[in-house]
């Protein structure tokens, strides 16, 4: 079974500019989440998403959106770029909402770099 | 507040000997506790998840306990490995899906 798949794996972009980042979750997991990593602050929830719907949202600012498609793809965009954004941004998969002890699958991230 | 806490930040260790990471927490109300670890350039790979009621969980050489009293957790390595050098990240989850992530340990094993 494939794993969780994620493009683009790099990015740069300049302050200003918009991103769009695709998620591929585990196929039959209908959950998924992003996160975003960086060297000080460490991983931050962004937000959950299961059957189309946000279940949970972490303390980002609205520049920071998702949507997850009927086929459980998921998509984050990132609007207004700001140099702090430069980041790790990972997705992690499971079959259902993840508040229970069920295991998440992680992809292999997207480096974006805002210059 | 809500917060995951690990120590050390980093860690180097010889191949072959033991070692324990620490977690401790102030999450609440407390669903299940996650040790990830993740190398270099990768996303992190899940390695243990322990619910309130269990105390301890192995994985291989992986041993997590977890003392659900004092808010305590810890990832102990069995004869380490040249590949077990990474980051070890302990996330704890509340219930309603919220989750708080530590800001990991860095183990690098050296022959």
């Known amino acids: 079974k494939a794993g969780v798949t994620q493009t683009p794996r790099y990015l740069i972009k300049t302050r200003g500019q918009q991103v769009t980042l695709s998620c591929s979750p585990i196929s039959g997991h209908r959950s998924v989440s992003w996160y975003q990593q960086t060297p000080g602050q460490g991983l931050q929830f962004l937000f959950e998403?299961?059957?189309?719907?946000?279940?949970n949202k972490g303390n980002f600012p609205g520049r920071f959106s998702g949507r997850q498609f009927s086929n459980s793809r998921s998509e984050m965009n990132v609007s207004t770029l700001e140099l702090g954004d430069s980041a790790l941004y990972l997705c992690?998969?499971?079959?259902?909402?993840?508040?229970?002890?069920?295991?998440?699958?992680f992809g292999p991230g997207t480096r974006l770099t805002v210059l | 507040k809500n917060q995951v806490e690990q120590s050390p930040q980093s860690l180097i260790i010889l191949e072959g000997k033991n070692c324990t990471l620490q977690?401790?927490?102030?999450?609440?109300?407390?669903?299940?506790l996650r040790w990830y670890k993740q190398d270099t350039g990768r996303g992190p790979v899940s390695l243990t998840i322990m619910t309130f009621s269990e105390n301890t969980k192995s994985n291989g050489r992986y041993t997590a306990t977890l003392d659900a009293d004092t808010k305590q957790s810890s990832l102990h390595i069995t004869a380490s490995q040249l590949s077990d050098s990474a980051s070890y990240i302990c996330v704890v989850s509340m219930t309603g899906n919220q989750f708080y992530f530590g800001t990991g340990t860095s183990l690098t094993v050296i022959p």
């Open positions: 992690a998969s499971s079959l259902a909402a993840s508040g229970g002890a069920l295991e998440q699958f």
């Open positions: 977690c401790n927490y102030t999450v609440s109300p407390f669903s299940n």
């Open positions: 998403y299961f059957s189309e719907t946000q279940r």
